[in-house]
């Protein structure tokens, strides 16, 4: 199954025959104008790229309904009998209605084909076809049990509406040991969302973050040209303050609008979250209709700004991942291709701008990461991040440089879980500014005798309260997208305990996070007169509009191979 010269799957493509929605037959209609054709031929086109630069075809898909995601993966299963000789496919669907639908459009594929006088049916049944020229064969069978796949290896597997398999995980372990994994094997997975958490949601979120070998895809239901209402009287006037969101978000015009209310009228009874779930307009929007999400996922995209974007005042925010090191007696940051340390905005050199360095410790080394977060005290931005395994003293040296880097910042950290060493530890360092604890119920002024964050379940709803609405008013601005994903799947898991929605899921940089914000909020107010230069005019004006700082950002990381001083 090596490469031996360039896939091409379009003319190939439209060799096939498939019935259109006015079920009548039609040659594939893979061309540009053609319905389709903007969601098949970026996946096609995925396919064709990792083909040819000779990888396993792995592709997950977070789509909207009715795009022809499935009848693509089933014409490209169909032809990869016959183009590569052996191959062995398998169609999984969550039901039997599904699977067999899904088998129909197979066999008319067969039944149609330009080609099919040159080959012979060797078995044909209502789940299987096999070629006996090629050696090849297409299984359809229901998603359920854990013997799907076992005794045979299979080189072709489309996964439908994974999102709804009643247990993936006992169905995809075996099934992924039983594909080879070599170039010309293929993978597809392909769903609508289906809320938060279990196998879809996981293997989304991980291709997503650049840690899985599948290549995510996600189709939204704007870019489909059918799915606008032409006659229409909405007007911009009559839109809500969501439509208009959304409207300036992904450039939507009213025709669209309007279909977009037709269809939450008609199809979903005026329930908006399932709408997103099933017609997505942003992969956050797919998973955000359970209910089980703790912050706000739509406030909480608005609060991302990944290194490389830029601000609303056209600043490119900036990335460098190293270490911080002590160079002649002054901390210096130095660049490290695996370096734990992630800075996107160096300290204020004036020292005016006031910081606050948060963690979240772990109980030992091979448990939960730990966790350090950097926020600027006036504007909430994330400035700095640390995750790792660390030791309380080795913790504790990490908080502690970054707490005198960044102009002797409030340090704060849960005493829980090995905090209680690490805040001794800090105590030897001789590192200022330890927060005191204090209680929800009392006044804020009023400090404790202990130092470091507790948590229990009263601060930790408190915290996540003040987090989650910070969030919902766009108070915050997040940088790293570790601490972005994991609070996208930070959730309610029995209606009173709160925690990440996957079984590998860590809270580290949610907590941390939640502990930064506490700090700020329960110290005393920003000085803006000593960070300004200005008396109290406009300082809401500036807590408001969140300025960008009077420093530079660092620049973007360049992949160096090696480390290096950061001048």
């Known amino acids: 199954m090596q490469p031996r010269k360039k896939l091409n799957l379009f003319p190939w493509m439209r060799t096939l025959s498939i019935k259109n929605k006015d079920a009548k037959l039609e040659r594939f209609p893979l061309y540009e104008g053609s319905e389709f054709y903007w969601a098949q031929s970026v996946f096609l086109r995925e396919v064709e790229r990792q083909y040819n630069a000779g990888k396993p075809i792995r592709i997950i898909v977070l789509k909207c309904r009715q795009i022809g995601i499935s009848t693509a993966t089933e014409g490209l299963l169909f032809l990869w009998s016959f183009l590569f000789p052996g191959t062995n496919s398998l169609v999984l669907s969550k039901d039997r209605e599904n699977t067999e639908t899904i088998f129909e459009m197979t066999k008319l594929m067969w039944d149609t084909w330009a080609f099919k006088s040159l080959f012979t049916t060797s078995r044909k049944s209502s789940r299987r076809l096999s070629f006996e020229e090629t050696l090849s064969n297409i299984r359809v069978a229901t998603a359920k049990g854990d013997q799907v796949g076992r005794g045979t290896t299979v080189r072709a597997v489309h996964g439908s509406e994974v999102a709804f398999w009643e247990d993936p995980d006992a169905i995809m372990g075996p099934l992924t040991e039983a594909i080879p994994h070599k170039p010309g094997t293929i993978i597809v997975l392909e769903s609508t969302a289906n809320g938060v958490g279990g196998f879809f949601y996981e293997t989304w979120m991980a291709a997503e973050r650049g840690e899985s070998e599948y290549v995510p895809l996600f189709f939204p239901w704007w870019r489909h040209s059918e799915y606008q209402v032409k006659k229409h009287n909405l007007t911009p006037r ?157 913790l504790a040296e990490e908080i502690a440089n970054l707490a005198h880097w960044y102009n002797d910042a409030i340090v704060n950290c849960e005493i829980e879980g090995g905090g209680g060493g690490v805040i001794a530890v800090l105590q030897h360092l001789g590192v200022p500014n330890i927060w005191r604890w204090r209680l929800p119920d009392r006044p804020l002024h009023k400090r404790g005798n202990v130092l470091g964050w507790s948590t229990n379940f009263k601060t930790k709803s408190w915290g996540i309260g003040q987090l989650q609405h910070y969030i919902s008013k766009r108070q915050l601005m997040l940088h790293d997208a570790t601490t972005y994903h994991a609070l996208r799947e930070y959730v309610n898991i029995d209606g009173v305990e709160m925690g990440p929605a996957g079984r590998d899921g860590h809270d580290d940089s949610v907590m941390a996070l939640m502990i930064a914000l506490m700090t700020t909020i329960t110290e005393d107010p920003v000085n803006y007169a000593e960070i300004y230069g200005m008396g109290q005019l406009a300082i809401d004006q500036i807590r408001a509009e969140q300025p960008a700082a009077n420093y530079d950002p660092v620049e973007l990381e360049m992949d160096t191979g090696g480390w290096g001083e950061i001048e």
């Open 238 to 394: 009559m839109l809500t303050e969501k439509e208009k969101a959304l409207a300036e978000r992904f450039d939507l015009n009213l025709a669209q609008l309007a279909w977009r209310r037709r269809k939450i009228r008609t199809t979903f009874n005026g329930d908006e979250d399932l709408f997103d779930q099933e017609y997505p307009a942003s992969p956050e929007m797919a998973f955000l209709s359970t209910g089980r999400n703790v912050f706000d996922l739509e406030s909480l995209a608005d609060c991302y700004l990944a290194p490389g974007a830029a601000n609303k005042a056209g600043q490119v925010v900036g990335v460098t991942r190293g270490r911080l090191m002590n160079h002649g007696g002054t901390l210096k940051l130095y660049h490290e291709p695996k370096g734990e340390l992630l800075v996107f905005k160096t300290p204020d050199p004036s020292g005016r701008i006031k910081y606050v360095v948060a963690a979240d410790p772990a109980r030992t080394t091979e448990g939960d990461p730990c966790c350090i977060q950097v926020l600027r005290r006036d504007t909430l931005e994330q400035v700095a991040v640390w995750h790792g395994w660390a030791t309380q003293n080795v």
